[in-house]
């Protein structure tokens, strides 16, 4: 899951972006409203959720989610704020956040918030995603591998193996171009080299293999990458 983290307070964003960072999920993180909103409105990437501080430089929090909820963007919004006065959470929610979270606040709270997000909320995925022979929890942020005879044997990837899979398994037989790779698995100001993307399919594919799965990842010559929904474990 990709998450647009909007907080201007440097070491409450760097702890938040970190912690997302450990349960896999891809932050950009942007200090002001203004920023935010340029990645909005003129990224090509497919945020799955933001979490927008209320007070912010620029365009203040309340405002963006007013200006996200006027174009249409359904994007859920968990909003961060001081203010703790029921007056205050009910103008947060009038102004299109989803959830509202008071600091300070424990990131175990911030992450159980987004994981109830992720169950009521159409934007985002189910708990389970399966593809041919192949889940991938989001619960217990494994992927599960089951054979022919039904044998069931969990695959260890590291968060950017498991980003880029889940990235495969969402779009199952649809040719990736390296360039729609590299800009919706990585962050927006990341430095990344010219292989970086064939470097990861490579460990990715081995992985795969060597667990039993078949052809998982084809190389398209000039196309790109396919990841096979028929791939059966053997």
């Known amino acids: 899951m990709r ?16 912690t997302l960072n450990q349960h896999k999920y891809i932050v950009d993180h942007v200090i002001d409203g203004t920023e935010a909103w340029q990645y909005l409105e003129y990224s090509s990437v497919e945020y799955t959720v933001a979490i927008i501080d209320w007070m912010l430089p ?18 859920p919004v ?13 103008i947060g929610l009038d102004a299109g956040a989803d959830d509202y979270l008071v ?11 987004l994981r109830a997000l992720q169950r009521r909320s159409p934007q985002f995925q189910p708990q389970l995603l ?7 929890d989001y619960s217990r942020s ?19 193996e498991f980003q880029l899979l889940e990235y495969f398994m969402k779009h199952p037989n649809q040719i990736l171009t390296t360039d729609q790779i590299r800009n919706q698995l990585w962050e927006i100001n990341a430095e990344t080299g ?11 594919r081995r992985k795969l293999t060597s667990s039993g799965c078949h052809n998982p ?18």
């Open 130 to 136: 399966t593809v041919g022979n192949l889940s991938l």
């Open 103 to 113: 600091k300070p606040f424990g990131m175990g709270e911030l992450l159980a918030r």
């Open 194 to 204: 010219s292989n970086v993307v064939a470097a990861q399919i490579r460990l990715l």
């Open 3 to 18: 998450v647009l983290l909007v907080e201007d307070e440097p070491d409450l964003g760097n702890a938040i972006a970190r």
């Open 217 to 234: 990842i084809e190389t398209l010559h000039a196309l790109g990458y396919r990841f096979n929904s028929t791939n059966e474990s053997k």
């Open 58 to 75: 620029g365009i203040s929090g309340i405002e963006l989610c007013q200006r996200m909820r006027s174009q249409g963007n359904s994007l």
């Open 142 to 160: 494994e992927i599960i591998s089951q054979n022919q005879t039904g044998e069931q044997q969990v695959i260890f990837l590291t968060n950017k």
């Open 78 to 90: 968990l909003m961060l704020t001081a203010k703790d006065r029921m007056e205050d959470k009910i």
